[in-house]
């Protein structure tokens, strides 16, 4: 069991290097079909998703696909968001309406971004990349505080929602925003843990387990970036919301083992995309001549 954490970790952690996400939003479902209680696998996935986002900072960083004006509004406030977050969720858990409103945000959440992200625009020419003294401030602030309350709601890095916020309204180019928000995510991602810690009882072994995977997992997920195009990352970004919609609305029906399967397959797949990419990238440079 401790090597299928280690996995699950290395899994969603390329995942999370990958689109910018702390990788909550993909944990979190899982620990549910799993078996645990939401707030529980809220607070772990926020915990493990501390340990995606250090890690992604890194890679981005020398990368240099992060705009830190916009990553630093974004995290400010961003961690006011999940103070406010916090008491709902509680409420929430108390009241035992956790397992149907939590889903049901998820499912309504992903359907839209799936939707602007896998929606084809015709005729129309990618966007230059915006110099960062060109972001607005009411908008980042707007995203930010967005992305830290579903943090702490949905137990996620709040780069689920932030990366095709910055994409569509920021309109940053999916690398930047990807490498931006994961700054942002490891603040928002702190603060949620913290408030969490207090007030609910973790698995802290299975939760290094999973940051173990996780370190290793962004790393490479973050690298992975340079081999694909812009619209090629919103289409896979896409597919992954649509998955975990569909595991989520099946866990809501009682058939989590079979939405479980569902995410795994496409994590599957896209890991196996990854690997031949990789492989075919690395043939080629060996290839060329010198």
């Given amino acids: 069991m401790e090597l299928l954490y280690v996995l699950l970790g290395l899994a969603v952690g390329i995942i999370s290097g990958f689109f910018g996400l702390g990788g909550g939003f993909i944990l979190t479902p899982v620990l549910i079909l799993f078996g645990y209680e939401p707030v529980t696998a809220i607070a772990t996935s926020l915990m493990y998703s501390i340990g995606t986002s250090v890690s992604g900072v890194f890679a981005h960083l020398r990368m240099k696909n992060i705009y830190w004006k916009t990553a630093i509004t974004l995290g400010l406030s961003g961690v006011l968001a ?3 977050a916090h008491p709902v969720v509680m409420w ?3 009241n035992h309406w956790d397992k149907i409103v939590i889903p049901a945000l998820y499912i309504i959440l992903m359907g839209y ?5 896998l929606r084809k625009k015709k ?3 990618p966007a230059a990349a915006p110099a960062e003294s060109a972001f607005s401030i009411p908008k980042a602030l707007l995203i930010g505080f967005t992305g830290g309350f579903l943090s702490a709601t949905l137990g996620v890095g709040g780069g689920f929602v932030m990366v095709p916020l910055m994409i569509s309204v920021l309109k940053l180019q999916p690398r930047k925003a990807v ?10 991602v702190a603060a949620g843990f913290l408030t969490y810690a207090q007030s609910v009882t973790l698995n802290y072994h299975m939760g290094l387990l999973l940051i173990i995977g996780a370190l290793i ?3 490479l997920g973050a690298r992975l970036t340079a081999l694909y195009q812009n619209h090629q990352m919103e289409t896979y970004l896409g597919g992954i919301y649509a998955a975990t919609i569909v595991s989520v609305f099946l866990q809501l029906l009682h058939f989590g083992r079979i939405g479980l399967g569902v995410v795994s397959v496409y994590i599957m797949i896209l890991l196996f995309l990854f690997l031949k990419d990789s492989a075919r990238y690395w043939r080629k440079k060996a ?4």
């Avoid at 971004?113 to 992200?117: E, S, W």
């Avoid at 490498?179 to 928002?188: D, K, M, P, Q």
């Avoid at 290839?287 to 010198?290: E, I, K, R, T, V």
């Fill in 82 to 84: 999940t103070q406010a």
């Fill in 123 to 125: 005729g129309t020419k």
């Fill in 113 to 117: 971004f799936a939707v602007q992200l």
């Fill in 287 to 290: 290839s060329a001549p010198s």
């Fill in 92 to 94: 929430l858990s108390e």
């Fill in 179 to 188: 490498g931006t928000s994961l700054v942002s995510v490891f603040a928002i």
């Fill in 217 to 219: 997992g962004a790393q």
